[in-house]
């Protein structure tokens, strides 16, 4: 991997480098980011491929620039500009506070993954004209989603959950579906007015490499005014899912799936009310190459960062990092968008607050434990 230190004296990285470095070795994990931001993005050096990795479209047209490998959340260079500009402390990045919250809205509560808080808050936003639209991604089946820019309430309310209405994508359930939802590529697309402003919601992955977007001012980085940074511990592929023991013994008809989530293991909640659970380390062995080398769970460089674990059911917790992101909380809160879950003493929140913190920082340290594990072992193969 190239060091800062390359950077600083000036070398020019080109794909060949992300080719060898990155895809290559399996560590691609299909963000979008190079392609979407490629220099000759306009005259066409590189695409995705079927497989939804990048590749050379016309490899004359490549400039050398390096701006694809430096965007790039798999490489290393400018993890510690990143890192600087966000005061990112071990293990978990900075932080101001760490809560239980939920929706205020019964409809939210009903759709939401935990307690409804990201589509709050981007519903906050939007109708106190904060931001123009928000990047999500719309359910387009239990675990098929497709990356939108919600400008409307009723857009961003279809984006929330992961439950399973539509039946009619059944017969094309595949590889296509997984976890992890390409939404990178969608801002690129986005056809800005003067001053338009956005919220994007991402995996830790694609926080990072918006994150390296900023530092290095690349546009339309500037439109992104606040991200909500999702937790994460691995993304996997529906098919691979289907393919497992448990899944065969417990799923008879996929119709049967109401909602699925991940919190402290994987939970599929069955329409009969029933609700399975799989440790992770079932689900890791359908975990994309790429993502067992992900050391960051907590999306330590996004404003907020959410996820289930930590908070009990119904509610998400939530890790306000930055200024912007307390001062958007709790706007939320004030204008009764959410509510933060009120312990009856300040010793016992203190209690819950720590324990959260212990929570996601034990899955971070396992996280990262599990990267320098798989990177040793992909080395060994070499
Ligand atoms: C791939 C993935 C892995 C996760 N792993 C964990 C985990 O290990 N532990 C944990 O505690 N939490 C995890 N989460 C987060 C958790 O599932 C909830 O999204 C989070 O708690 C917020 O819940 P909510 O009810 O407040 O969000 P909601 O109000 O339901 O809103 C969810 C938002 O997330 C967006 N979204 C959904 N899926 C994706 C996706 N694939 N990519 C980008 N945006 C998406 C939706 O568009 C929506 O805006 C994961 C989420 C994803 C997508
Ligand atoms: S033009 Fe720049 S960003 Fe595009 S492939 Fe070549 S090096 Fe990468
Ligand atoms: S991880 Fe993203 S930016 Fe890096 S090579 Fe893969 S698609 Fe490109
Ligand atoms: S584990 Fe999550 S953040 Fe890491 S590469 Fe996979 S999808 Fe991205």
Redesign the pocket.
Known sequence: MKTLQDQKTKQLYSFDNLLEEVVEMGLCNRCGGCVSFCSADRIGALRMNKEGFPEYLDREKCLECGICYLVCPQTHVLKNEVRETFGWKPPIGLYQDVLSARSTDPE?LK??????????I?LYMLEHNIIDGAV???KTGLLS?QPIIATTREEIIQ????QWSETQHLERMGDEYT???S?IPIIRKFKPTNRTKLAV???PC?IETIRKMQVLKILPSDLIIFTIG????Q?FSFSELMGKKFAKDHIVNLEDIDKV???EDFMLKMKSGVTIHVPLEEIETIARPACLCCTDFANDFADIS????GSPKGY??VLIRTIDGKKIYTGALNEGYVESRNSRDLHESLLEKSKQLSLVAEYTLYKIERAEKQLKKMLEKE
């Open positions: 939210i759709v939401g993954t935990d307690g409804g808080v990201v589509t709050s981007l999500v991604s719309r989603r984006a929330a959950g992961s976890t992890f939802v939404t919601v991402g995996t694609q999702l937790f994460c511990m993304s989530n991940i919190k959410v996820g289930g674990l998400t917790t």
